[in-house]
Protein backbone atom coordinates (compact mmCIF):
# COMPACT_ATOMS: atom_id res chain seq x y z
CA UNK A 1 0.00 0.00 0.00
CA UNK A 2 0.97 3.61 -0.93
CA UNK A 3 2.56 5.24 2.01
CA UNK A 4 0.00 7.35 3.63
CA UNK A 5 1.88 10.63 4.89
CA UNK A 6 3.39 12.79 2.37
CA UNK A 7 3.60 12.50 -1.51
CA UNK A 8 3.35 9.13 -2.60
CA UNK A 9 2.88 9.30 -6.43
CA UNK A 10 -0.29 8.65 -7.06
CA UNK A 11 -2.42 10.86 -9.69
CA UNK A 12 -5.77 11.59 -7.87
CA UNK A 13 -4.55 10.70 -4.59
CA UNK A 14 -6.24 13.03 -2.54
CA UNK A 15 -4.79 14.91 0.60
CA UNK A 16 -6.63 15.18 3.69
CA UNK A 17 -7.01 18.93 3.28
CA UNK A 18 -8.66 18.78 -0.56
CA UNK A 19 -10.92 16.20 1.38
CA UNK A 20 -11.53 18.68 4.34
CA UNK A 21 -12.06 21.15 2.19
CA UNK A 22 -15.29 19.74 0.12
CA UNK A 23 -16.36 17.92 3.13
CA UNK A 24 -16.54 22.07 4.80
CA UNK A 25 -17.81 23.24 1.47
CA UNK A 26 -21.30 20.93 1.62
CA UNK A 27 -21.60 21.72 5.33
CA UNK A 28 -21.77 25.09 4.33
CA UNK A 29 -18.47 26.20 6.97
CA UNK A 30 -15.95 27.70 3.99
CA UNK A 31 -15.32 31.19 6.57
CA UNK A 32 -11.80 31.92 6.47
CA UNK A 33 -10.59 31.37 3.28
CA UNK A 34 -12.03 27.96 3.37
CA UNK A 35 -10.59 26.90 6.80
CA UNK A 36 -13.47 26.49 8.52
CA UNK A 37 -15.38 28.47 11.68
CA UNK A 38 -16.44 25.43 13.27
CA UNK A 39 -15.09 22.41 11.54
CA UNK A 40 -11.50 23.52 11.71
CA UNK A 41 -8.97 20.87 11.14
CA UNK A 42 -8.13 21.16 14.60
CA UNK A 43 -11.94 20.36 15.45
CA UNK A 44 -11.72 17.49 17.96
CA UNK A 45 -14.17 15.42 15.83
CA UNK A 46 -12.30 16.27 12.26
CA UNK A 47 -9.62 13.28 13.14
CA UNK A 48 -12.06 10.66 14.00
CA UNK A 49 -14.21 11.71 11.15
CA UNK A 50 -11.48 11.30 8.59
CA UNK A 51 -10.26 8.03 9.83
CA UNK A 52 -14.17 6.44 9.87
CA UNK A 53 -15.14 7.32 6.55
CA UNK A 54 -11.51 6.39 5.46
CA UNK A 55 -11.94 3.11 7.00
CA UNK A 56 -15.50 2.92 5.63
CA UNK A 57 -14.21 3.15 2.17
CA UNK A 58 -11.55 0.75 2.27
CA UNK A 59 -13.79 -2.34 3.46
CA UNK A 60 -16.14 -1.11 0.61
CA UNK A 61 -13.33 -1.54 -1.74
CA UNK A 62 -12.05 -4.83 -0.05
CA UNK A 63 -15.76 -6.69 -0.26
CA UNK A 64 -15.12 -6.38 -3.98
CA UNK A 65 -11.57 -7.16 -4.11
CA UNK A 66 -10.28 -3.84 -5.70
CA UNK A 67 -6.48 -3.89 -6.43
CA UNK A 68 -5.94 -0.61 -4.46
CA UNK A 69 -6.25 -2.37 -1.18
CA UNK A 70 -4.19 -5.09 -1.70
CA UNK A 71 -0.63 -5.43 -0.50
CA UNK A 72 1.37 -8.05 -2.18
CA UNK A 73 5.67 -9.35 -1.94
CA UNK A 74 5.57 -8.33 2.11
CA UNK A 75 8.30 -10.36 3.57
CA UNK A 76 9.38 -11.28 6.87
CA UNK A 77 12.85 -12.72 6.82
CA UNK A 78 14.49 -15.15 9.47
CA UNK A 79 11.78 -16.36 11.22
CA UNK A 80 13.68 -18.48 13.94
CA UNK A 81 13.61 -21.84 14.07
CA UNK A 82 12.64 -23.89 16.90
CA UNK A 83 15.36 -26.18 18.80
CA UNK A 84 14.20 -29.88 18.12
CA UNK A 85 11.42 -31.08 16.51
CA UNK A 86 8.58 -31.60 18.52
CA UNK A 87 4.44 -32.67 17.48
CA UNK A 88 3.04 -30.75 20.40
CA UNK A 89 4.88 -27.66 19.31
CA UNK A 90 2.96 -24.41 17.34
CA UNK A 91 4.99 -21.05 16.30
CA UNK A 92 2.60 -17.92 14.91
CA UNK A 93 3.53 -14.26 13.95
CA UNK A 94 1.63 -11.76 15.25
CA UNK A 95 1.23 -8.06 15.54
CA UNK A 96 3.12 -7.97 18.84
CA UNK A 97 6.13 -10.40 17.84
CA UNK A 98 6.61 -13.95 17.01
CA UNK A 99 6.20 -16.99 19.04
CA UNK A 100 8.53 -19.73 19.19
CA UNK A 101 6.57 -22.19 20.93
CA UNK A 102 7.62 -21.07 24.31
CA UNK A 103 8.19 -17.40 24.51
CA UNK A 104 7.64 -13.83 22.16
CA UNK A 105 10.17 -11.82 20.38
CA UNK A 106 9.15 -8.29 19.11
CA UNK A 107 11.64 -7.92 16.15
CA UNK A 108 9.35 -10.50 14.03
CA UNK A 109 6.20 -8.42 13.54
CA UNK A 110 2.82 -9.23 10.57
CA UNK A 111 2.39 -5.91 8.74
CA UNK A 112 -0.04 -3.63 11.06
CA UNK A 113 -2.03 -3.27 7.93
CA UNK A 114 -2.91 -6.31 7.15
CA UNK A 115 -6.61 -7.48 7.53
CA UNK A 116 -7.33 -10.51 6.01
CA UNK A 117 -4.63 -12.68 4.44
CA UNK A 118 -4.39 -14.14 0.89
CA UNK A 119 -1.70 -16.35 0.47
CA UNK A 120 1.28 -17.46 1.93
CA UNK A 121 4.83 -18.39 0.13
CA UNK A 122 7.74 -19.82 2.37
CA UNK A 123 11.64 -20.54 2.13
CA UNK A 124 14.98 -20.82 4.07
CA UNK A 125 16.27 -17.94 4.87
CA UNK A 126 19.89 -16.46 3.78
CA UNK A 127 19.55 -18.74 0.36
CA UNK A 128 17.93 -16.38 -2.21
CA UNK A 129 15.67 -19.55 -2.57
CA UNK A 130 12.71 -19.29 -4.69
CA UNK A 131 9.45 -18.81 -2.35
CA UNK A 132 7.09 -21.77 -2.46
CA UNK A 133 3.42 -21.73 -1.76
CA UNK A 134 2.11 -22.95 1.49
CA UNK A 135 -1.16 -24.68 2.13
CA UNK A 136 -3.95 -23.65 5.10
CA UNK A 137 -4.84 -26.24 7.39
CA UNK A 138 -8.97 -25.27 7.23
CA UNK A 139 -9.63 -27.93 9.79
CA UNK A 140 -6.32 -26.92 12.54
CA UNK A 141 -2.76 -28.19 12.21
CA UNK A 142 -1.33 -31.68 12.56
CA UNK A 143 0.18 -32.20 15.44
CA UNK A 144 3.63 -33.70 13.45
CA UNK A 145 7.20 -33.19 13.61
CA UNK A 146 8.75 -30.68 12.28
CA UNK A 147 11.00 -30.55 9.05
CA UNK A 148 12.88 -27.66 7.40
CA UNK A 149 9.77 -25.72 6.42
CA UNK A 150 6.99 -24.36 8.64
CA UNK A 151 4.52 -26.90 7.46
CA UNK A 152 0.82 -25.45 6.75
CA UNK A 153 -0.39 -22.67 8.30
CA UNK A 154 -3.89 -21.26 9.57
CA UNK A 155 -5.27 -18.03 11.06
CA UNK A 156 -6.63 -17.59 14.36
CA UNK A 157 -7.92 -15.11 16.75
CA UNK A 158 -6.82 -11.44 15.76
CA UNK A 159 -5.37 -12.06 12.27
CA UNK A 160 -2.48 -14.41 14.39
CA UNK A 161 -0.69 -16.37 11.47
CA UNK A 162 0.02 -19.77 13.21
CA UNK A 163 2.70 -22.82 11.26
CA UNK A 164 3.56 -25.46 12.46
CA UNK A 165 7.42 -24.48 12.87
CA UNK A 166 10.51 -25.50 11.03
CA UNK A 167 14.08 -26.49 11.76
CA UNK A 168 15.84 -23.95 9.51
CA UNK A 169 15.41 -20.09 10.15
CA UNK A 170 12.41 -19.41 7.24
CA UNK A 171 11.59 -16.37 5.44
CA UNK A 172 7.59 -15.88 4.44
CA UNK A 173 5.84 -13.67 2.40
CA UNK A 174 2.51 -12.05 1.87
CA UNK A 175 -0.45 -11.67 -0.01
CA UNK A 176 -3.37 -10.04 1.51
CA UNK A 177 -5.71 -7.12 2.18
CA UNK A 178 -5.05 -3.88 4.22
CA UNK A 179 -6.67 -1.93 5.88
CA UNK A 180 -5.64 1.69 6.52
CA UNK A 181 -3.82 3.32 9.76
CA UNK A 182 -5.89 5.68 11.33
CA UNK A 183 -4.58 8.95 11.56
CA UNK A 184 -2.85 9.99 14.63
CA UNK A 185 -1.66 12.97 16.14
CA UNK A 186 -1.57 16.73 16.78
CA UNK A 187 0.72 18.35 14.14
CA UNK A 188 -1.00 16.62 11.55
CA UNK A 189 0.25 18.46 7.97
CA UNK A 190 -3.34 17.66 6.19
CA UNK A 191 -1.73 19.21 2.99
CA UNK A 192 0.72 16.78 3.07
CA UNK A 193 -0.85 13.57 3.79
CA UNK A 194 -2.74 11.47 1.25
CA UNK A 195 -5.04 8.69 1.26
CA UNK A 196 -3.58 6.33 -1.77
CA UNK A 197 -7.04 5.54 -3.45
CA UNK A 198 -7.05 7.60 -6.90
CA UNK A 199 -10.60 9.99 -6.92
CA UNK A 200 -12.21 8.98 -3.29
CA UNK A 201 -12.53 12.80 -2.45
CA UNK A 202 -16.37 12.57 -3.43
CA UNK A 203 -16.62 9.47 -1.39
CA UNK A 204 -14.67 10.16 2.04
CA UNK A 205 -15.94 13.59 2.03
CA UNK A 206 -19.54 12.62 1.83
CA UNK A 207 -19.13 9.85 4.46
CA UNK A 208 -18.10 12.63 6.71
CA UNK A 209 -20.93 14.41 6.11
CA UNK A 210 -23.30 11.58 6.72
CA UNK A 211 -21.00 11.46 10.08
CA UNK A 212 -21.74 15.21 10.64
CA UNK A 213 -25.80 14.80 9.75
CA UNK A 214 -26.60 12.08 11.78
CA UNK A 215 -24.44 13.97 15.12
CA UNK A 216 -26.11 17.24 14.19
CA UNK A 217 -29.25 16.54 11.75
CA UNK A 218 -30.57 14.08 11.63
CA UNK A 219 -33.37 14.89 9.20
CA UNK A 220 -30.49 15.38 6.79
CA UNK A 221 -28.79 11.66 7.52
CA UNK A 222 -30.78 10.22 4.94
CA UNK A 223 -29.89 12.00 1.77
CA UNK A 224 -26.45 13.09 3.12
CA UNK A 225 -25.61 8.65 3.89
CA UNK A 226 -27.61 8.16 0.08
CA UNK A 227 -25.09 10.57 -1.53
CA UNK A 228 -21.86 8.70 0.30
CA UNK A 229 -23.53 5.98 -0.90
CA UNK A 230 -23.92 6.89 -4.51
CA UNK A 231 -20.40 7.96 -4.88
CA UNK A 232 -19.15 4.43 -3.03
CA UNK A 233 -20.88 2.77 -5.64
CA UNK A 234 -19.50 4.44 -8.53
CA UNK A 235 -15.63 3.62 -7.32
CA UNK A 236 -16.62 -0.26 -6.28
CA UNK A 237 -18.77 -0.20 -10.01
CA UNK A 238 -15.23 1.03 -11.73
CA UNK A 239 -13.52 -1.70 -10.14
CA UNK A 240 -15.20 -4.55 -10.69
CA UNK A 241 -15.75 -3.49 -14.47
CA UNK A 242 -12.09 -3.35 -14.39
CA UNK A 243 -11.38 -7.12 -12.91
CA UNK A 244 -14.02 -8.15 -15.66
CA UNK A 245 -11.14 -7.30 -18.15
CA UNK A 246 -9.04 -9.66 -16.71
CA UNK A 247 -8.76 -13.40 -17.67
CA UNK A 248 -9.20 -15.53 -14.45
CA UNK A 249 -9.03 -19.41 -14.47
CA UNK A 250 -10.65 -21.61 -11.73
CA UNK A 251 -7.36 -23.50 -9.41
CA UNK A 252 -7.90 -27.10 -10.14
CA UNK A 253 -9.55 -29.27 -7.21
CA UNK A 254 -6.53 -30.08 -4.84
CA UNK A 255 -4.10 -27.74 -5.85
CA UNK A 256 -1.18 -27.07 -3.72
CA UNK A 257 -1.36 -23.38 -4.27
CA UNK A 258 -4.70 -22.60 -3.43
CA UNK A 259 -4.86 -19.67 -0.97
Request: aromatic residues 10%.
Amino acid sequence: MANVVGNDGLEGAPSLQSICDLYRSIVNDTFDGGAGQINTDTAPWMLPFLNSAIRDLYSDLRIVGDMRVIVDNAIISGLPPIPAANPTVQVALAYQGYFNGSTWNASYLLPPDLMWLMKVWQRPSNVGATFFPMTPAPAGLSGVYQGYGLGQYEMRGNNELWFNGALLATDIRLRYMAAYPDITGDDIDFSNTYVPIQDSTNAIAHKMVANYAQRLSPDQYQLADSRQAGFVKKLVTESVLNSQTKQFARQPFGSQDCP
